[in-house]
């Protein structure tokens, strides 16, 4: 079952634009919350975390909003730059880890 | 401090032999998990091991594929007489604790390619 859900696939925006990539999960025992950034041939790499204590979690370009009600977290980029063209996945943790299946954004220069 | 090490990187075996992958975790690292990307789909939890034991296989598949992660040495998936469908990117991630605070960092995979 998919316990980490990322309903959109893909995702194509322009440079300097602001990057919104979604992600919602079904199990209540999540507790912290991780994008994870993977080019290709590369393995994934941290990005950003969020506690299921906090709502939002700032870190450069890169926030993370968690709507624990909704269970829906959030990732924004802004601006985008071409660099962040990759493959974003969302991860639960709670204790055991689950993925979401990723969103490919494309940054247009 | 060198990160989390995979080899090989791409492995290509024929249907009915046996493929074995390795990892080696983050220096200090004493936790790992293997993960496998099929196409187009996303990460697949399979194992989670600690030195010596498995804590979680709930990810793995029933049959012909096992994991060990020794005293010494890399730990290594194991997967018996391949089959096309296993054909997929196999991540390794390694922590230092087990939490659910606790970040993974992950190698960069291995491509298997079954025949």
């Known amino acids: 079952d998919q316990q980490v859900k990322q309903n959109s696939p893909s995702l194509s925006v322009q440079e300097g634009r602001i990057s919104i990539l979604n992600c919602d999960y079904t199990?209540?025992?999540?507790?912290?919350f991780l994008w994870y950034k993977k080019y290709p041939a590369e393995g994934p790499t941290f990005l950003i975390s969020?506690?299921?204590?906090?709502d939002k979690n700032e870190d450069g370009r890169f926030t993370v909003f968690l709507n624990k009600s909704a269970k829906h977290l959030s990732l924004h980029i802004v601006p985008s730059q071409p660099g962040d063209s990759a493959v974003y996945f969302c991860?639960?943790?709670?204790?055991?880890?689950?993925f979401g299946a990723g969103t490919r954004l494309t940054v247009k220069p | 401090n060198a990160g989390v090490m995979q080899n090989p990187r791409h492995l290509v075996r024929r249907r009915g032999q046996e493929a074995r992958l390795r990892c080696s975790p983050m220096?200090?690292?004493?936790?790992v998990y293997w993960y496998r990307q099929l196409p187009e789909e996303g990460l697949k939890f399979m194992v989670y091991?600690?030195?010596?034991?498995?804590?979680?296989e709930s990810g793995m598949p029933k049959e012909r594929f096992s994991a060990e992660f020794p005293k010494e040495g890399p730990s290594i998936l194991r997967i018996q007489q391949v089959v096309r469908g296993d054909s997929a990117a196999y991540f390794c991630?390694?922590?230092?604790?087990?939490?659910?605070?606790?970040?993974?960092?992950f190698g960069p995979g291995t491509r298997l390619t079954v025949l």
């Open positions: 091991l600690q030195k010596e034991n498995i804590i979680d």
């Open positions: 991860a639960a943790s709670g204790p055991d880890m689950r």
């Open positions: 991630a390694s922590s230092p604790v087990s939490g659910s605070t606790d970040t993974q960092y």
């Open positions: 969020i506690s299921s204590i906090k």
């Open positions: 199990n209540s025992m999540f507790d912290y």
């Open positions: 220096k200090g690292h004493s936790h």
